[in-house]
């Protein structure tokens, strides 16, 4: 399936929608749209509930995550995973996803033309799972998803039904630690969006 431009992307999103989740996952598998398949392991596709309340967006994968195939599922994934604890969410209630399906070198962000090449899959991630609330995990998963720098820290806004909220990327809890707390604040503010 040729992925397209500007609003060609509706039809190309609405079609990988349609075609279901096992296709979905095929046509992320077969992609080479850009150079980031070229290096990469696995393509890290989703984990998580196919009928989230909340849906995660992550940057993209990391070394462990290209090993397994799995997304979070290194050092940044077990702090998300306290998170979830912490938010009170349970296996069914989340899925986890990344802007880009798969691992940049050396760990860098991804290019604006890589997160271009991945944005139909997500897009349509998106429209299957059909999540209540969708958690931007950091800068560049806002930027993914809004195509910019809109949104203010854990200040929640309403987009075609869906609540979108901006929160501190996992990592940034390894790296700064002192944002732990204003992570959980973020949280305690908004937990109403998801209980």
């Known amino acids: 399936m040729a992925k397209a431009e500007g609003s060609d992307i509706f039809a190309i999103v609405r079609e990988m929608a349609l075609a279901g989740f096992g296709d979905l996952e095929k046509e992320i598998i077969r992609c080479s749209d850009c150079s980031l398949r ?92 059909a999540p209540k609330v969708i958690i931007l995990l950091g800068n560049t998963a806002e930027e993914a998803f809004c195509g910019g720098r809109e949104l203010e820290w854990g200040t929640p806004k309403v987009a075609e039904g869906i609540t979108i909220l901006k929160i501190y990327h996992p990592a940034a809890m390894i790296y700064q630690r002192a944002r732990m707390e204003e992570q959980k604040a973020l949280i305690d503010r908004n937990r109403h969006l998801w209980e």
Do not use: H, W
């Open 38 to 129: 070229e290096g990469a392991t696995n393509p890290v596709i989703m984990k998580g509930s196919r009928t989230p309340k909340v849906l995660f967006i992550g940057e993209a994968p990391g070394r462990t995550e290209d090993m397994t195939g799995i997304p979070f599922s290194g050092r940044a994934g077990k702090k998300l995973d306290e998170m979830i604890v912490y938010m009170g969410l349970s296996g069914e209630d989340y899925a986890v996803i990344n802007t880009v399906k798969c691992r940049p070198p050396n760990n860098r962000k991804p290019l604006k033309s890589e997160i271009a090449a991945c944005r139909p899959f997500m897009m349509a991630q998106i429209k299957m799972l």
